[in-house]
């Protein structure tokens, strides 16, 4: 399983972005895919996450600005930024939760980084 997050880029405090991330591969199911934030100097931290059940759950600090959503049949799932801060810069990483057979396993992205000036 892979996965190719895109979206990064840089903008101004208040300003909208939409991150996306593609699993491929062949053989998996994906029971889960996740959104994490390292800011520059700190640890990675989850940001959002979404089952393919339909569940999301959201970190405090991005809640009612940051909605997750997914294209299942298509294996993608996006991170809509909304109201971005200063504080959302750094590198976004996707994650996803996948079983093959009767596995389970995680896979991560490369990092898109979003850059956020005040």
């Known amino acids: 399983v892979q996965l190719q997050a895109s979206g990064g880029g840089k903008v101004q405090a208040g300003q909208s972005l939409r991150l996306s991330c593609v699993a491929s591969g062949s053989g998996f199911r994906i029971n889960y895919m996740s959104w994490y934030h390292q800011a520059p100097g700190k640890e990675r931290e989850l940001v959002a996450t979404?089952?393919?059940?339909?569940?999301?759950s959201y970190a405090e600090s991005v809640k009612g600005r940051f909605t997750i959503s997914s294209d299942d049949t298509n294996k993608k799932v996006y991170l809509q930024m909304n109201t971005v801060r200063p504080e959302d810069t750094g590198a976004y990483y996707c994650r996803a939760g996948v079983m093959m057979g009767p596995r389970a396993y995680d896979a991560w992205g490369q990092g898109t980084q979003v850059t956020v000036s005040s």
């Open positions: 979404r089952t393919t059940g339909g569940t999301t």
